[in-house]
């Protein structure tokens, strides 16, 4: 092999591996920023596809541009009326602007780090700005939720704000912040709250003693409307039997009258029958009071004594 051939294999070899070394690819979901020494030395590629650097003495660092998450630790922190609670955060992000990102932060390390930082801090602040009914009165679709008081008992003071709007602070006061970074927010969730252990067993005393209130209430209610029904029963009792007690009276006296009227019209027909009802209505009479065991003086004058006298000569005749 001659010296032409050689070095022109060696030629051909030096620019493979130049190419090599200066050639890189950016793939869709990320975006490049080319340094040269430490700095960066043209606009950052966002273009997918195959781009050339200055081999050697340029580096090519990749940063993600696609929706990033930040989770959050749990967090210890007081409310607007100082209770203590527990708030778990997540967030979602992107990198906006690569430049300000490399220059400020460099890698997503330093960037989670800063978003722990500054989503935190905002989180405490607008959680210390709220007490905690505003925090935790919340249905599934994060608004607002107002119990109805019962009886008057346990009642909440209206909620004005609730964790949609809550979070909607953290995000207006955080996403400007983020901004200078080259990141933008895209959302902000508490994702759990949970009770201090001492301020739980607070709470639970306070929700028993509230619910034995509003059952002390019902009891109270209830007992007041049963002598209420009891009252008006007996009430309704007693104006049946004096309506029905009016009503006997009036068909007694309507009764009497009547029959009173039959002896007049009877004694008006027959003068002569009137020493026969007198005698009959002393039979009921003596029937009514005369018992068994009744011990009756009679006079030898009287008209029983003469009817029992003549009913006594008869059986002793038919003996």
């Known amino acids: 092999m001659s010296l032409r051939t050689t070095l022109a294999i060696l030629f051909a070899l030096f620019a493979a591996a130049l190419v090599v070394l200066s050639a890189f690819t950016v793939n869709e979901t990320e975006q490049a920023i080319v340094t040269q020494f430490g700095r960066p030395v043209r606009d950052p590629i966002t273009e997918p596809g195959l781009h050339f650097k200055v081999p050697i003495i340029q580096q090519v660092t990749l940063i993600d541009k696609r929706y990033l998450a930040w989770d959050g630790p749990m967090v210890e922190m007081s409310t607007k009326d100082k209770t203590y609670i527990q708030v778990d ?11 300000r990102y490399y220059l400020r932060l460099r890698d997503e390390r330093s960037a989670q780090s800063r978003l722990e930082d500054i989503l935190g801090s905002e989180t405490r602040t607008a959680i210390a700005r709220h007490e905690l009914v505003e925090v935790i009165r919340t249905d599934k679709t994060r608004q607002p939720v107002q119990d109805e008081a019962v009886g008057g008992l346990g009642a909440l003071r209206p909620i004005r704000y609730g964790r949609q709007e809550i979070e909607k602070s953290i995000f207006e006061a955080a996403a400007p912040k983020l901004a200078e970074f080259g990141i933008e927010l895209l959302d902000i969730r ?5 009770y201090n252990p001492g301020v739980l067993e607070r709470i639970h005393q306070r929700m028993i003693s509230e619910r034995l209130q509003i059952a002390q209430r019902f009891r109270s209610e209830g007992e007041g409307e049963a002598a209420r029904i009891s009252g008006k029963k007996d009430r309704d009792i007693n104006e049946i039997e004096s309506a029905a007690y009016k009503r006997v009276q009036e068909i ?4 009497d009258a009547k029959a009173t009227e039959i002896y007049a ?12 009802y007198r005698f009959l209505k002393s039979l009921e009479t003596y029937r009514k009071v005369i018992t068994g065991e009744s011990t009756v003086v009679l006079s030898t004058n009287s008209d029983l004594f003469a009817l029992l006298k003549r009913v006594e000569q008869k059986r002793r005749r038919d003996q």
Do not use: C, H, S, V
Request: cysteine-free; glycine content about 4%.
């Open 190 to 194: 508490l994702k759990r709250i949970n």
């Open 265 to 276: 019209k009877a004694y008006t027909q027959r003068p002569e029958a009137a020493d026969f």
């Open 252 to 255: 007694r006296g309507e009764a």
């Open 89 to 99: 955060t997540f967030a979602r992000w992107r990198i906006t602007d690569a430049m």
